[in-house]
């Protein structure tokens, strides 16, 4: 069955009125179509592989309705004609969301970052009443390692996927190999399961970017989407990615469809990074231990996305993807990161973080 087939028997099992366009929206492994019918616009979802099995789901549409109830700007999935939130087509499991207002920004201002990191950190605050389990799931499925975990970036698990990318890559870039294998080393010392689980614990988002973010035009966040990989886990971890993915200064404008774009390497900065991290610390304080933590969550993050997103380019752009851009956001953890703690103080009037 094509695509286009999937799709039309999709929208068929919803009562959405009579199908006037579809296009596609945004995406790469879990695609969007923006559907156009006279009752309205719709989102049409797929689902990624890894997030598809009914357990994984029936906890996404828990959380979506924990998320509505308790105020987060979020949208439950449509039913069907026969009441359920999904239809499986193919193997593949397709959701329709109405099209809530609001804009996707390709560059995030000030307002933007400010905005983002309260909203994230009122998620955290009501996802701490969201007590469901989420199935453990194979995080680098895609990339032939099977292993299942109930923690994301497992920094063993990382390390056996680079240690076959490296093999693979031969003598090619070896400085970026080298920053990952040093990086790796650390993260297996210092951010090994006893000191994951350590840390305080909420619902998390799991891929909090811009890409999943709506903005009204004074700044703040009207929406909010895509909780494939939302689990109970250290709440530094989306801070690590609102750091990168919202704060950092992006080099082009964000396309959702381009895996290229949704993981380029952007510019990291003191200022912008202070007015994420103040904006979360001053609507739900990190403790000493969470703030000795986010290099650590973001180096994890940024070595698993570059090998991730491999999984999604062309054969031959492979090992461009994982280690072209690899190296500078790590190296401007490591020399600015005490730059960037006292920067944050200062616009919290502080004369130093706990």
């Not at 840390?199 to 709506?214: E, R, S, V, W």
């Not at 999984?311 to 790590?330: E, G, M, Q, S």
């Amino acid at each position: 069955m094509t695509e286009d087939q999937r799709i039309r028997q999709a929208l068929a099992a919803y009562e959405l009125g009579t199908v006037h366009a579809v296009h596609h929206h945004a995406g790469t492994a879990a695609k969007t179509w923006r559907v156009e019918t006279d009752r309205g616009t719709w989102l049409l979802r797929t689902r990624g592989s890894r997030t598809s099995t009914d357990e994984l789901i029936a906890f996404d549409h828990g959380l979506r309705a924990h998320l509505v109830r308790r105020g987060i700007p979020t949208a439950e999935p449509v039913p069907g004609r026969d009441g359920t939130r999904f239809v499986r087509i193919d193997g593949q499991a397709f959701e329709v969301y109405a099209l809530m207002p609001g804009q996707n920004v390709g560059r995030a201002g000030p307002r933007q970052i400010a905005g983002a990191a309260r909203l994230l950190a009122a998620f955290h605050r009501v996802g701490e009443d969201y007590r469901a389990e989420v199935p453990p799931v194979a995080q680098y499925r895609t990339l032939g390692l099977e292993t299942a975990t109930t923690r994301m970036e497992s920094p063993e698990l990382l390390s056996q996927v680079y240690a076959e990318i490296e093999r693979e890559a031969g003598r090619r870039f070896p400085r970026a190999r080298a920053v990952a294998r040093d990086w790796l080393g650390r993260l297996r010392r210092e951010w090994a399961d006893d000191a994951y689980f350590g840390l305080p614990q909420t619902m998390t988002h799991g891929d909090f970017t811009l890409a999943n973010l709506l903005f009204a035009p004074d700044g703040e966040v009207c929406g909010v989407f895509d909780f494939d990989w939302s689990r109970r886990a250290p709440r530094v971890r989306d801070v690590a990615d609102g750091l990168f993915f919202v704060s950092g200064r992006r080099r082009t404008p964000l396309q959702a469809g381009s895996i290229w774009s949704l993981t380029e390497a952007v510019r990291l900065s003191p200022e912008r990074g202070a007015v994420w991290l103040a904006g979360y610390h001053a609507a739900y304080p990190l403790t000493a231990a969470e703030w000795d933590a986010i290099p650590l969550a973001l180096a994890a993050r940024w070595l698993s996305v570059r090998v991730e997103g491999m999984a999604k380019v062309a054969a031959a752009d492979r090992l461009r993807f994982v280690f072209a851009n690899l190296i500078p956001p790590l190296r401007w953890l490591e020399a600015h990161w005490p730059e960037l703690q006292a920067a944050t103080a200062s616009r919290l009037g502080q004369a130093a973080l706990p």
